[in-house]
């Protein structure tokens, strides 16, 4: 059922129904979770929770940001306090289309002038709206709703400030008539009395709200007996949120220690159900790459780069781009493609590379060895689904994607159009070269080299894959190499020339979308790619 209609069948209910205050995504869950039909989007709260006064110091915009995110947390209606309705009957129009798209079922605006103040802080002294301007707010709201279950509720401050009831039966049947769908009768007493007298000469001529904050000791059944269609549970989620955090906060200043509070505080869990961590966890199974596969990552981050003073302390991993290292960056798109095991070969200064979601190998004798030894250190490593990657590389988030996506042994990204040329490119030679007819097949590795010249179509990114099959390849392969007397001095390049011999390896291209970080200038350059 439309949330629309859900808060139009509890006004026009017969029984008394309530609705909680909430402030933010969090509160609308909890409250929706204690079982109410309905959130009261409290002006008072969501500006608190801003940390600004209940004057409009909050902008209707900012209001409209805080409800999208309760709206989307939820599936019962909320009715925002819509203040004075942000201005006169235009700014009226737009804040009800705007809440339409944002699926609000209600909004309640109050007779008083904008900017507003709140009720309880000098109401007598607070001047009414004009009635005629009032209602050509709610004719405005009325004839802009798309959805005719959109509900207007027109909130009358006349008690609060200081008028009588004539003036405050006069202002509710003007805005009955102008089209307001409920009344809410507000009231600061301690006691009902001013309801009591409302409802005895207004009936059902239309619904009736209030709001009991200050008259709480009236027992809720004399609400129903005076034919009350709603009640609103104002702020009280935000007042004890308020003091809860005081009494954590103090605790926690005084002791220096967390002692005393853990055991009367919700579990980071208990955070993370409310924020729906579970159904995150079933997506991921549903629409990554890695969906219904274990992939892992190996990261071979074990050189010290030759980039002056900047890798003088610091491995070339950790250079900064867009302000985050190079692993970093490695290792969150990894992550956001569900790639959570992931291995990284360290070697330089490597108590620097020191995350906590990796696993380390160490490559001790780096300065002695070229990334084939990295490599080998971590076979045990490479799996059924592993992604292997240099540690001085980024590359566009779409490279990943394609390379998961493909289903051969092994797999390796080269860029087709490549424009470096300092003599240590990793050169391919492929069965075809990069066709815009065909970008998105793959040619078969013929040969890898740094002089292969014209013969070349085009550059080994540091990128690759294999699947279990190919993981059984290049671990023989490894073992092959490994007898050989050279073999610390071996590069990928020897690796995949030697697989190349019996086994078919694929070429998938791709057309720039990635740097290698080997000077100053590609540092710079590395800066200019968005990723």
Same mark, same amino acid.
């Given at each position: ?16 129904? %309530? ?130 279950? %959109? ?293 078969? %590795? ?86």
């Amino acid at each position: 059922m439309k949330k629309t209609t859900q808060f139009r069948n509890m006004l026009l209910s017969n029984e008394l129904e %309530f609705i909680m205050e909430a402030h933010n995504g969090m509160s609308a869950k909890i409250v929706e979770e204690a079982g109410f039909k309905g959130i009261w989007g409290s002006g008072l709260s969501i500006s608190a929770a801003l940390g600004v006064r209940d004057n409009n110091e909050a902008s209707w915009t900012q209001v409209l940001d805080v409800l999208e995110f309760m709206s989307d947390g939820t599936s019962i209606p909320i009715l925002l306090d819509g203040d004075t309705g942000y201005g006169n009957f235009n700014n009226m129009r737009r804040l009800v289309k705007k809440l339409e798209q944002r699926d609000i079922a209600a909004v309640c605006i109050e007779d008083k002038l904008f900017p507003k103040t709140n009720s309880f802080i000098g109401g007598e002294n607070q001047p009414l709206a004009d009635v005629a301007e009032f209602c050509g707010k709610i004719k405005a709201a009325k004839d802009t709703q798309s959805d005719p279950d %959109f509900s207007v509720v027109a909130r009358l401050e006349a008690f609060i400030a200081g008028w009588g009831l004539d003036e405050a039966l006069r202002r509710a049947d003007a805005y009955h008539t102008a089209g307001a769908d409920a009344i809410l009768c507000h009231s600061k007493k301690a006691d009902s009395s001013d309801i009591d007298a409302f409802m005895k000469v207004w009936g059902d001529r239309c619904p009736v709200v209030i709001v009991p904050t200050k008259y709480y000791s009236t027992p809720t059944d004399h609400f129903r007996e005076m034919g009350i269609s709603m009640s609103i549970w104002a702020n009280h989620n935000m007042r004890s949120a308020i003091k809860v955090m005081q009494d954590t906060s103090k605790q926690i200043f005084e002791d220096q220690s967390l002692i005393n509070v853990e055991g009367n505080v919700v579990s980071v869990a208990e955070i993370f159900r409310l924020q729906g961590a579970d159904e995150l966890k079933d997506a991921e199974k549903l629409y990554l790459p890695t969906s219904g596969r274990k992939v892992n990552n190996i990261i071979l981050a074990a050189s010290q780069g030759s980039l002056g003073e900047l890798t003088k302390d610091t491995p070339k991993t950790l250079l900064e781009v867009h302000g985050k290292s190079l692993l970093s960056t490695q290792i969150d798109q990894y992550n956001q493609v569900g790639i959570k095991d992931i291995s990284v070969v360290r070697g330089f200064a490597k108590e620097k590379v020191n995350f906590n979601n990796i696993n380390a190998i160490d490559n001790d004798i780096y300065n002695e060895t070229k990334e084939l030894y990295s490599l080998y250190l971590a076979k045990d490593q490479i799996k059924e689904n592993t992604v292997i990657s240099y540690g001085d590389i980024i590359f566009k988030k779409y490279v990943l994607h394609e390379l998961l996506n493909d289903n051969n042994d092994i797999t390796l990204i080269v860029d087709a159009d490549s424009k470096k040329q300092n003599g240590d490119n990793d050169l391919v030679r492929a069965s075809e070269k990069y066709s815009k007819m065909n970008y998105i097949g793959t040619a078969k %590795f013929k040969e890898m080299g740094h002089d292969l010249e014209k013969k070349a179509h085009g550059e080994f990114i540091g990128l690759w894959k294999v699947n279990s099959n190919g993981a059984e390849i290049v671990k023989n392969a490894l073992e092959t190499l490994s007898a050989d007397k050279n073999f610390k001095q071996m590069t990928c390049t020897d690796l995949f020339n030697e697989i190349a011999k019996t086994n078919t390896i694929a070429v998938k291209y791709i057309s720039g979308a990635w740097l290698d970080v080997d000077t100053l200038v590609d540092l710079q350059e590395a800066g200019k790619l968005k990723i």
